[in-house]
Each structure stands twice: as C-alpha cells, then as structure tokens.
C-alpha cells in the first residue's frame, strides 16, 4: 500500500507559477512510477506528466516547456513546478503511483495508488 499526499495547491494569476509536492508512504517509493493528473470541472480526468526512479519523464503536449516534474527519492516526494500558468490550467491536480512502461504512463489504469488532490485555480 502507498499513501499519497498533495500540497502546494492555490490561487494563481495568469503568467504565475505554482510548485506541487506529493508525499508518499509506504512501499519502497523508487519501485513506482509517479504521475501527475488533473480533473476540471466537468471534464475527464487527463494525464499531466510522469517521472520514473531514474528520472525518466513524459508530459502532455500543453504543459511541455511550461510544467516540470521532478522527484527526490531520498524525501519519497514528487513535485510539479508549474510556470506560465494559463486559466485553462484550473483544475484539481492528483499525484499517482503506479508500476509499467513509458508508453503507459499517460494511462490512468497504470497507476494503482492515488492521492486526494489539491485545487490550482488561475485567474485571468
């Protein structure tokens, strides 16, 4: 079992930035793939980004060259460094641990363990 925790959520301007962290417990965090997912207000839930032990990382097309995901493994913690952030980025942001290869990360049915979420609003 993993524990995910998210903090760092907020209110933004456009243009702003934001940073994310997800906290893990539990099994060995470097054995897991960490995601970030997002979820608007009525729309689907849709991948962000992911980042393996080594360091490996895929992002989705809108957020390449604005977001960052990094992960310290020493601190079981991933984080999501958000900049330039747009309106269209409001949603509740979810981290995700899960097991399987590159070409899956951006599948919700990859990850196994979810965190609750934290809210990021951006302001026009």
């Known amino acids: 079992q993993v524990q995910l925790v998210e903090s760092g959520g907020g209110l933004v301007q456009a243009g702003g930035s934001l940073r994310l962290s997800c906290a893990a417990s539990?099994?060995?965090?470097?054995?897991?793939?960490m995601g970030w997912f997002r979820q608007a207000p009525g729309k689907e839930r849709e991948f962000v980004a992911a980042?393996?032990?080594?360091?490996?990382?895929h992002y989705e097309d809108s957020v390449k060259g604005r977001f960052t995901v990094s992960r310290d493994n020493a601190k079981n913690t991933v984080y999501l460094q958000m900049n330039s952030l747009k309106p269209e980025d409001t949603a509740v942001y979810f981290c995700a641990a899960g097991r399987g290869p590159l070409v899956f990360w951006s599948r919700i049915s990859t990850y196994d363990y979810w965190g609750q979420g934290t809210q990021v609003t951006v302001s026009s």
């Open positions: 539990g099994r060995t965090f470097s054995n897991y793939v």
């Open positions: 980042i393996n032990w080594p360091g490996s990382t």
